[in-house]
């Protein structure tokens, strides 16, 4: 009879363990087809730009005469496609780094005040081009332990895509508050808008709701995924109220201690 229980006692974990590797397994698949996909995907924003480049160059190659006009026109748009391969490479390089987690954030206490209204700063140009007002309130004054520098980072895709998905005229509202745990930071916009069943998809990478429009904008698809990367390494969290033709609302919870 003991000679039983051992015999099902093994059998038993056994089972668990073929469970376990099986899991394990489907893992290692998910993981292995989002990074498939990822390539894909960097591999198909980089050939875009590049080949307008080449297009763009070789219309000038192949004519006999161009007339400077001409010239002038496509290595504007030549510059503007090298512009954009650019971006999508920093961006790149910024999230290869933010996943690459051996390398540690480096907090110390950061006045997110000042954060704020050195963001705003920075962005309020970009904004008054397209008569767009950047308004601020602080409830207080708040301190927490954050890497400053890709915090700033973070909030400043939030006020970014603010202006940029907002049309001229509107306002942009960005609200600093905290509680005894934590930090919120709230930039709400009166733009375009997420269309609702879309909202979930924006933190992934290269998601944009609308290719060719934002193409136009200069976006990269790449912004909210490394706010995101960056919220998270914080222990923080982030929530979006969006509403088609109304506006948008982004939500950034920060606490104000980590405790490692
Ligand atoms: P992008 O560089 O294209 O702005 P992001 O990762 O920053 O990429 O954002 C992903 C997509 O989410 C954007 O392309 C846009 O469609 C949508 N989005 C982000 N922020 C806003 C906003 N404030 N209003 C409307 N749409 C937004």
């Known amino acids: 009879e003991q000679?039983?229980?051992?015999?099902?006692q093994t059998h038993n974990e056994i089972v668990d363990l073929a469970l376990a590797c099986n899991h394990m397994a489907d893992q290692l698949e998910k993981v292995d087809s989002s990074r498939?996909?990822?390539?894909?995907?960097?591999?198909?924003?980089?050939?875009?730009?590049?080949?307008?480049i080449k297009v763009l160059s070789e219309s000038i190659l192949l004519q006999e005469e161009v007339p400077k006009e001409m010239y002038?026109?496509?290595?504007?748009?030549i510059n503007s496609e090298i512009d954009r391969m650019s971006a999508i490479i920093n961006d790149l390089l910024t999230l290869v780094k933010l996943d690459q987690k051996e390398i540690p954030l480096n907090f110390a206490e950061t006045d997110l005040n000042k954060v704020m209204e050195d963001i705003i700063k920075r962005m309020t140009p970009l904004a008054a081009a397209k008569q767009i007002q950047i308004h601020y309130s602080k409830e207080k004054e708040v301190l927490a332990e954050a890497d400053e520098m890709k915090l700033t980072l973070a909030i400043s895709n939030l006020v970014d895509n603010a202006i940029k998905y907002t049309p001229e005229g509107g306002n942009v509202t960005v609200v600093l508050d905290a509680d005894h745990q934590n930090a919120f930071i709230t930039v709400t916009d009166t733009g375009i808008g997420i269309p609702e069943d879309e909202i979930n998809r924006i933190f992934e990478r290269f998601y944009r709701v609308d290719k060719t429009r934002d193409r136009e904008t200069g976006g990269t698809g790449l912004g909210l995924s490394i706010t995101?990367?960056?919220?998270?390494?914080?222990?923080?969290?982030?929530?979006?109220?969006?509403?088609?033709?109304?506006?948008?609302?982004?939500?950034?919870?920060i606490p104000l201690h980590q405790n490692s």
């Open 72 to 77: 002038v026109e496509f290595l504007h748009d």
């Open 36 to 52: 498939q996909q990822f390539v894909s995907n960097v591999s198909h924003e980089l050939k875009t730009p590049l080949s307008s």
């Open 228 to 253: 995101y990367a960056t919220v998270m390494m914080h222990n923080g969290s982030i929530k979006v109220n969006s509403k088609e033709e109304e506006g948008t609302s982004i939500q950034m919870r």
């Open 3 to 8: 000679r039983l229980e051992i015999k099902n």
